[in-house]
């Protein structure tokens, strides 16, 4: 059973991993009005992984004899100066979730709550990819940004992700 203060921290996590999801497909919608097919696919695909995580810790609520309270999600941003500082809000936007994390690990284990603890941990270890990814794509990005060809051999390497649906389904 989760505390009354895990359970109030767990569903504004799945509030926030709501928001990423929307944040990214605001993303995606900035890069198919800029003609980047490729970079609005990427960003789709990052938006389902954002709505997976929060369905996974909604899951995780009621498997716990919890509630789900879900809260209105804030409107994204929806414009930025360039393909390079939308990749750098994202690379911003994962290193914020990191911080949610590692919060809610922190709570798990004053409360010594093993089980939340022992689930987080596959959250803490997909942020880092998370984390590690948008730095990868940030210098990608920034080695592209003066060069249409590059930028436009980026957005077709990004066209290729397709989102798969997390093996196990439990956690």
């Given at each position: 059973?989760?505390?009354n203060n895990m359970e109030l921290?767990?569903?504004?996590?799945?509030?926030?991993e709501l928001y990423s999801g929307y944040l990214y497909l605001s993303m995606a919608s900035y890069f198919e009005d800029d003609d980047l097919p490729g970079f609005a696919n990427w960003m789709r695909v990052q938006a389902?992984?954002?709505?997976?995580?929060?369905?996974?810790?909604?899951d995780y609520i009621i498997r716990r004899g919890g509630s789900v309270?879900?809260?209105?999600?804030?409107?994204?941003?929806?414009?930025?100066?360039?393909?390079?500082?939308a990749f750098e809000h994202v690379l911003s936007h994962e290193q914020t979730v990191t911080g949610l994390?590692?919060?809610?690990?922190?709570?798990?284990?004053?409360e010594k709550d093993h089980a939340t603890n022992n689930f987080l941990q596959w959250f803490v270890e997909e942020q880092v990819e998370e984390e590690e990814n948008a730095m990868e794509l940030v210098g990608k990005?920034?080695?592209a940004q003066n060069s249409v060809d590059l930028m436009y051999t980026l957005d077709s390497e990004l066209a290729s992700r397709v989102y798969t649906p997390p093996a196990d389904k439990e956690n």
């Open positions: 059973m989760l505390s921290e767990l569903n504004k996590q799945v509030n926030a389902q992984e954002e709505l997976e995580h929060g369905m996974k810790i909604y309270k879900l809260d209105a999600i804030e409107g994204p941003q929806t414009e930025w100066d360039s393909p390079l500082a994390i590692n919060n809610l690990v922190d709570i798990a284990i004053t990005v920034k080695r």
